[in-house]
Every structure is written in structure tokens, then in C-alpha cells.
């Protein structure tokens, strides 16, 4: 999966546990990108069976997305916390570098940071 694809449907998953419902102005602040982008790439989406968009309403994840979702955002999340409570990093930079990370590292990398994570606490 692309890099871009992963933030969409992670985009999506975040939006969605904050308002409920998600819209494409909704995904246009948080990408920071045109309302045509966003429904161009969700067009894309659909076509790969992990959301269900028809313009003018809510966007849902199917749910081989919302499971690809999840998995992306824990990532997120852990390598977050890692960041932050392990290496020391104020959580600005921590999110930051988390969002960049979760997109390239091994799910057993993952694994790693959850466990050193969970001995710190």
C-alpha cells in the first residue's frame, strides 16, 4: 500500500472516532489539500474496496479498511509513545516524526517499541 493511501484511510479513522461522520471538507483540513484531491483519491479507495463514497455523503471505511485503518493508526500511536516516553522528545515532535515513521517501519519494529514502552511505564 502507498504511502499517501495509508494516510488517507488513517485520515479517515481519525476523523471518524473525533466527529462521527466524515466529509470531504473534513479530510480537506486534516491533509491539508483541495476538496477535488480528496475526492479523486477516494475515488481511488473505493475502487480498492476499503471505503464507500458517493459524493454528497458521509464517507465510511468498508471494512477491510477500517482493519487497515486501525493498524496504521496503532502504529502511529506506539511509535508516538515511544518517541515521547522513551527517547525523551517533546510530543510535537514526537507526532511529527511518528506521522512520518509509521509508513516505512516492520510491524515487528512496532512490536519492539510496544514492549521497551510497556517496561518504562
Same mark, same amino acid.
Request: glycine share 4%; aromatic share 6%.
Given at each position: ?70 493498524? #496504521? ?5 506506539? #511509535? ?20 512520518? #515513521? ?13 514492549? #521497551? ?5
Amino acid at each position: 500500500m502507498r504511502r499517501r493511501e495509508e494516510e488517507y484511510l488513517e485520515a479517515i479513522y481519525i476523523v471518524k472516532l473525533n466527529k462521527g461522520v466524515v466529509r470531504v471538507k473534513d479530510l480537506a483540513l486534516m491533509l491539508k489539500v483541495k476538496p477535488s484531491s480528496i475526492v479523486a483519491y477516494l475515488t481511488r479507495l473505493s475502487s480498492k474496496g476499503l471505503v464507500r463514497y458517493v459524493k454528497g455523503e458521509h464517507i465510511e471505511l468498508t471494512l477491510k479498511g477500517e482493519e487497515m485503518a486501525k493498524r #496504521i493508526y496503532h502504529k502511529h500511536l506506539v #511509535i508516538r509513545e515511544f518517541l515521547h516516553r522513551v527517547l525523551g522528545l517533546p510530543r510535537d515532535i514526537a507526532e511529527e516524526d511518528a506521522c512520518y #515513521i509509521e509508513h516505512g517501519v516492520h510491524d515487528e519494529t512496532v512490536k519492539r517499541m510496544e514492549e #521497551i514502552i510497556s517496561k518504562v511505564k
